[in-house]
């Protein structure tokens, strides 16, 4: 059987699918384009998510399953796919994480007031008062309580924080102590230090906070968006700033990224962009193989135990 | 009964010690000279422990016990305290939480590589190309393990990180993968992706670690002391940067405090210098007194229950 893949992974990945799967005929290609010729004869594709087109559908005759190596399936051709009945599953859950660790780390370093201590450590200043603060027994409200979420909810709950959650259902979810809906949180803000958003873009959650949501906070609460930059406009964001409503404001997302140099957020006191790192790990490869690894030997086996399987009709 | 205080709390401490022992005179004084002519009348001494002298304790003839609200020992007058019979408690246990925190803090803006995050953002600069890593499945070797390393050892294993530990038996303790001796640790430091100290100044623990100590370590190593300053002489952490043994340094605690102005430290790239930070939060007082008003109740009950009891015999 010849799998394809439409990039190049690092030589060591080579070396560890050939090994482990020595009756397997591996292709790799730098782009789609070059992966042309060969598509009528893979049985499968591997993709990284956005090259593949209805074309490259029709054109893959034998294609039985395509494996996305990442979470994003935006630009996936599903109605083709569907119609061919092709098995899609994806690398859902690797951001898990690297998410949680990068939010427990934002939050840490804020409580320990790490970029003034840095600052002073510039200047060979020794001084030891500055507004520290605990994790410990503060309050973390998460809007989005998937998997994300529920990651961070387990290590804040490590910390003895008070974890609060909303999803769509306002179901408990373990280690949240409470949960909320997009229609019931508010009342949740004023009780907070830590908002953290991991929301996905959709219909309901564009714009979904106002500056009067921002105002229902505490004047010592901090702001983090590591979901998607359209959750707040950037009009909205920067009143809150101007106002001072809350104490500070950690963008990891945008409206248009990169950020643009000249853009008002990098230079405002209230707010700290990071330039959309809340996922970004070496990690990130070995994990995708990882799912990668044990879904061939489900097929090699005809058997249906596969990981990440994607509905083709609802696309996730 | 009188119970004096040898350092002046804040004013919501002192009402709410007056209306948890309404039948109990407490008297404030800013320092132990102020407090001297009282001191005959004083049931309990509540003190910061840096201050009692046999004098003081001769002069209080109706002492029966002494809250020391600091983890220092150091310098108690034990011997006329022990001839006495003084009972004599502290606030062990209150630096356990904001050292975790600091230590779990530093290890993951160093993961996440903040400190140049920061760098970029003063710079208006979107990069995500940094050394980035993750402490999952990392490993972390403590020296040290009691209260302190036992609190980040729990968190370190909230991380799924590997833990190992150095106490002075070897004997297994909870959330630590295995143990090791202060002689038979070596073996690990080429383990380790993060050695932290939290060891205390000892005979044994005095100049511990030597430069062939740290030749053992992974090149990529971090090395975290938060322990004491005598653990490593400067001359060996200068050897150790200079000779880009392992990655990085966080030092906490040094021979003397605070760091000169013109240490060679503070501009040493593979040394980040913080001012003795890690045990500093707002919570330290509140934490303290709770630990007195469970004993005042204990006092009061002629109970035996008292937390944190002292042996003045061998002074901790």
Redesign the interface.
């Known amino acids: 059987m010849k799998i394809i893949f439409t990039f190049q992974p690092k030589e060591e990945f080579i070396s560890e699918l050939k090994n482990s799967f020595q009756e397997v005929e591996f292709l790799f290609y730098k782009k789609i384009k070059e992966a042309e010729k060969e598509l009528p004869e893979a049985e499968v594709i591997v993709t990284m998510g956005e090259d593949l087109t209805d074309f490259h559908i029709e054109k893959s005759k034998k294609c039985k399953w395509i494996m996305v190596t990442s979470a994003g399936l935006e630009k996936m051709p599903f109605k083709a796919i569907k119609k061919r009945g092709i098995l899609v599953t994806n690398a859902r859950g690797i951001h898990r994480?690297?998410m949680a660790?990068?939010t427990?780390?934002?939050m840490?370093?804020h409580?320990?007031q790490?970029?003034a201590?840095?600052k002073?450590?510039k200047d060979?200043v020794?001084?030891?008062r500055?507004p520290?603060?605990?994790?410990?027994e503060a309050s973390l409200l998460i809007l989005g309580a998937g998997a994300i979420g529920g990651e961070i909810a387990?290590?804040g709950k490590?910390?003895h924080m008070k974890v609060t959650g909303v999803n769509s259902s306002g179901t408990p979810a373990k280690h949240f102590d409470s949960m909320f809906t997009l229609k019931t949180f508010q009342t949740e803000l004023g009780n907070a230090d830590y908002i953290l958003s991991v929301l996905p873009s959709t219909e309901k959650t564009k714009h979904l906070l106002q500056v009067e949501h921002f105002e229902q906070m505490k004047d010592t609460a901090v702001f983090i968006n590591i979901g998607r930059g359209d959750l707040v406009e950037e009009s909205v964001l920067l009143e809150v700033s101007e106002k001072k409503l809350i104490q500070h404001m950690y963008l990891d997302v945008f409206d248009k990224?990169?950020?643009p140099?000249?853009?008002p957020f990098?230079?405002n006191e209230g707010i700290?962009?990071?330039?959309?790192?809340s996922s970004?790990?070496?990690?990130y490869m070995p994990r995708a193989l990882e799912i990668f690894k044990k879904n061939v030997t489900t097929y090699r086996n005809n058997s249906e135990n596969y990981i990440n399987v994607i509905d083709a009709e609802r696309g996730y």
Do not use: M
């Open positions: 994480i690297p660790e990068f427990i780390g934002l840490l370093q409580a320990k790490l970029q201590v840095w002073q450590e060979s020794w001084s030891r500055l520290t603060s605990e994790l410990h387990r290590l490590a910390f990224e990169p950020l140099k000249d853009h990098w230079e700290t962009v990071t330039p959309h790192l970004i790990t070496k990690k």
